[in-house]
């Protein structure tokens, strides 16, 4: 069973305080994206053009939640630095609870059952995996060669992506955009922590170029570069509708990826029990299909009292 130290405990409220700042700031963004997007086309699938992203950044609705996201980024980052990556992670759901009661606060409506539903079946499924996997995986040492896995991986995620995107951009849907950004975010919270724990090694044994030096300036490159097609298709998300569903898709689906490459590529589940790789699966599905149901729940949202 997984056992914390005072220091990793302390990760836990930083982390919930991280998700408020996530579940505020996505809702003043999704506003300035929406008044951006008044009188376009509703619900494009296109992207956000070149003047769109420029308007963005000369609304104050959008540039507050912007700073209240990179403040959410920041205690994420603190709280990994404090805890590990299977007790943080699962700890943003609560962002999805706080957003959608903010979204039904602002749109002065009631939470229906099939949104309750489908947060619960999120928040549920989330919980079941990364409890299973605190109990049945044991963090491990990440190697050079286990870090180029990940970096190959995450390289032929992003030409999948932006390909995709390049190509069949006006076919995309709000989900596809959710996904994308979740599986993005997902290999920014793992490149993360490996990056906090890599300069640490490098501090401690002093500033010597090395190989693993440089492959630490790789992991960074391809961190910055999941990080901005993420935040890209974040914003496109926000366009059509509420911003519970991209929450959904960020506190779900990210953990979910991170989790997941640490028990197949890293290893960290060698020792886990048959019946974990099966609980595995079924709370994946269940927190998934979570995502789904709540991307069927799109109230209109009456926008803050923001510019």
Not at 30 to 42: D, E, K
């Amino acid at each position: 069973m997984i056992s914390l130290s005072p220091m990793q405990a302390l990760g836990i409220p930083v982390a919930l305080i991280g998700s408020v700042f996530l579940a505020a700031g996505s809702e003043f963004q999704q506003h300035g994206v929406s008044q951006v997007n008044a009188g376009t086309t509703p619900n494009s699938r296109a992207g956000l053009g070149v003047r769109q992203l420029i308007a963005l950044a000369r609304r104050p609705s959008w540039l507050i939640g912007t700073l209240m996201l990179g403040l959410a980024v920041v205690l994420q980052l603190f709280s990994l630095y404090l805890a590990p990556l299977t007790v943080v992670q699962p700890l943003g759901a609560a962002a999805l609870i706080i957003t959608a009661l903010i979204t039904a606060r602002v749109t002065k409506t009631k939470l229906g059952r099939p949104a309750i539903r489908a947060i619960a079946f999120c928040v549920g499924g989330i919980g079941l995996f990364v409890t299973v996997a605190a109990l049945t995986t044991t963090t491990i040492p990440i190697t050079n060669t286990q870090l180029v896995i990940v970096l190959v991986i995450l390289g032929a995620v992003l030409l999948i992506f932006g390909l995709a995107f390049a190509l069949l951009r006006k076919r995309f849907t709000r989900i596809i955009y959710v996904v994308g950004a979740g599986v993005l975010f997902g290999f920014v919270a793992t490149l993360a922590k490996v990056l906090i724990t890599r300069i640490q090694t490098i501090l401690e044994g002093g500033l010597h170029l090395t190989p693993a030096d440089a492959l630490t300036v790789v992991c960074l490159i391809g961190l910055a570069a999941a990080g901005i097609l993420g935040s890209y298709f974040v914003q496109t998300a926000y366009s059509s509708g509420s911003p519970g569903v991209v929450v959904a898709g960020l506190t779900v689906i990210d953990p979910l990826i991170g989790v997941t490459i640490g028990i197949v590529v890293l290893g960290e589940a060698a020792g886990a029990p048959p019946w974990a790789s099966i609980v595995f699966v079924i709370a994946g599905l269940l927190a998934i299909y979570g995502v789904i149901q709540l991307s069927r729940e799109q109230p209109q949202t009456t926008q803050p009292n923001v510019a």
